[in-house]
């Protein structure tokens, strides 16, 4: 059997991403195939509703990961699950949970399917700081999937993906509407559309780090960093060089995320 395909949905708690899956496993999936749904072990409960849409879907298990003293990943792939739907931490920062999860990857046995970005427009609309928040989400993703839209102007929603297209991001961008995509197939088919090359294997890069390790050894320091994905890079302090806002801050604290 395959790597499991490991699907990470990025996004804030609130903007509805596990009834998202829902829809994904349900309709993206075909009868043969068995998905894993892992949320933070702190998340709170769905709504009773959701909760009894995911207890019916057959091929859909509903797991927790957590993390440990030293920040790392936590998690068990079961037997013969082929696709994992990892829900990271929406009140956390999307760095640190991209590095953990590249940790964790290995070590389970699995395989990156996609990075998938859950938008609340409505957030983001209500906080234009958070901006460089979702642009590092961006920046690792495939996919970028707009949801809870109903109170945001058409304006905010054309302004956001237009700066997209604008930058040249490669990623497939399509609208959430009543907690399901149009394609859910389209959505898991597991091309890399992302700008971040943190996923991707590392053999094809090999004999460039090697070429370059040979021209530090020989013409001096190259620049601190180099190689390193801008979002990952960090200062001799442990701090990384591109911090994002705290989303705590805007959330808030008796929403849930779904």
């Not at 003293?69 to 990271?88: M, N, P, Q, W, Y």
């Not at 890079?233 to 701090?239: A, I, W």
């Amino acid at each position: 059997m395959s790597a499991p395909a490991v699907y990470l949905i990025l996004g804030p708690s609130g903007a509805g991403r596990r009834a998202l899956i829902a829809d994904l496993a349900e309709n993206g999936l075909d009868a043969t195939e068995k998905a894993l749904l892992l949320t933070f072990m702190d998340e709170p409960p769905p709504p009773p509703d959701l909760a009894e849409h995911l207890g019916r879907l057959t091929n859909l298990a509903c797991r927790t990961w957590e993390l440990d003293d030293d920040k790392r990943l936590i998690a068990t792939i079961e037997e013969g699950v082929s696709h994992v739907f990892f829900v990271s931490n929406g009140r956390a920062d999307p760095v640190d949970e991209i590095e953990a999860v590249l940790g964790w990857l290995p070590a389970a046995g699995a395989s990156i399917g996609r990075v998938i970005t859950v938008v609340d427009c409505a957030l983001g609309h209500a906080h234009p700081e958070l901006k460089r928040w979702y642009d590092a989400c961006v920046h690792f993703s495939d996919v970028v999937l707009l949801g809870r839209r109903s109170s945001v102007p058409n304006a905010w929603i054309g302004e956001f993906t237009g700066r997209l297209r604008k930058e040249h991001f490669p990623c497939l961008v399509e609208l959430i509407k009543n907690d399901e995509v149009e394609n859910p197939a389209l959505i898991l088919e597991p091309q890399a559309r992302r700008i971040s090359t943190v996923f991707d294997a590392g053999e094809e890069w090999a004999d460039l780090e090697d070429e370059d390790e040979d021209e530090e050894s020989e013409g001096g320091d190259s620049g601190a960093g180099a190689g390193v994905d801008p979002y990952l890079e960090k200062l001799p302090s442990g701090r990384r060089v591109r911090e994002l806002p705290d989303i705590r801050r805007f959330l808030d604290q008796a929403g849930q995320d779904q």
